[in-house]
């Protein structure tokens, strides 16, 4: 006599085990998506933010308060480009610095003029060149437009300022693309200028520190490296590429002390529109630079 067949359907425990399987893995697959997914829109907002940075500096009596602008690249911004003069004036600087490539060898010139005329109305306006002014071919014309606005084009020149009832010095340098012997020739100016006022130089590339430290200035002021371009929190600081320093530079933003005890500060820039990949948790930045009496 032949056995008879076997039943294999499942219990209505076993079908509920079951889909209670498939929902907890539905679940994680869409939590896993959710948390991915937030990744990238965080990282890829580029709203402008404000960086602060308290800096001690010898010879500083009384807070000055410090904006830093690099790397607008004559990009569009908002409110009929008054966007950063609109941020400025809520934080109401002492003195504004320009550390290069604010007009763009591609995009009109234009746009960067408007996005900066009201900056000398705001606070004292200082200005140097960066690589893209000299890739535009309009350098010397670019340098005669920023001092009809009002600002002050540095080129191996030092001015004294009296802020907060105290005298700063604002030194600046050409960027390299002036040629080497020029910036040897502007390096050696600023240092015959030198003195027991506290100093700031500002400089665009920093890449050529070894060349900048050498000058007597308490803080270096840079730009450039765009903040690395691509950011992870904790992971990767500096980002995953600098022009001229590579992959993975050493400095791309935020304060960093040199051999000689100088501090460097790099603006991670402010460009949206001329790179050729987005910024990854590296937001477009306004820096804003205390400078206050050693404790």
């Known amino acids: ?21 498939r929902k907890r893995r539905l679940v994680i697959v869409l939590l896993i998506l959710s948390v991915v997914t937030a990744f990238f829109i965080i990282g890829l907002r580029n709203e402008i933010v404000v960086t602060k940075h308290h800096i001690a500096v010898p010879g500083v009596h009384a807070p000055i308060r410090v904006a830093v602008i690099a790397d607008s690249h004559s990009n569009k911004f908002a409110d009929n480009q008054q966007e950063l003069a609109n941020i400025l004036k809520r934080e109401n600087p002492d003195l504004i610095l320009l550390a290069g490539d604010i007009i763009d060898d591609v995009l009109p010139f234009q746009q960067g003029f408007d996005a ?19 890739w535009s071919g309009q350098v010397d ?12 084009v540095l080129s191996g020149d030092t001015h004294i300022v009296e ?5 700063l010095a604002i030194a600046g340098l050409d960027d390299p693309e002036v040629g080497t012997e020029e910036l040897k020739r502007q390096i050696a100016r600023i240092e015959a200028s030198s003195s027991d006022i506290p100093r700031i130089l500002l400089s665009h590339r920093p890449e050529r520190i070894d060349m900048y430290e050498k000058i007597d ?4 002021v840079s730009g450039h490296a765009h903040g690395g371009q691509w950011r ?17 530079p050493k400095i791309a933003g935020g304060v960093h002390e040199l051999a000689q ?21 590296n937001p477009p930045e306004i820096v804003i630079m205390e400078l206050e009496a050693p404790s």
Not at 116 to 134: L, S
Not at 232 to 248: A, R
């Open 163 to 167: 802020l907060a009832g105290q005298q």
């Open 141 to 152: 014309q670019i340098k005669k437009d920023m001092e009809a606005l009002g600002i002050h």
């Open 116 to 134: 900066i005329r009201q900056f000398p109305d705001i606070a004292p306006t200082f200005y140097v060149t960066g690589n893209h002014e000299y």
């Open 1 to 21: 006599m032949s056995p008879s067949p076997t039943n294999h359907q499942q219990s209505p425990s076993g079908n509920s085990a079951a889909k209670g399987i």
């Open 232 to 248: 992870i929190p904790v992971l990767l600081d500096q980002g995953f590429y600098g022009p001229d320093q590579g992959f993975f």
């Open 261 to 281: 005890g100088q501090k460097l500060l790099m603006s991670r820039g402010l460009t949206r529109d001329s790179t050729r990949v987005p910024r990854f948790y």
């Open 217 to 220: 200035a308490d803080v270096i």
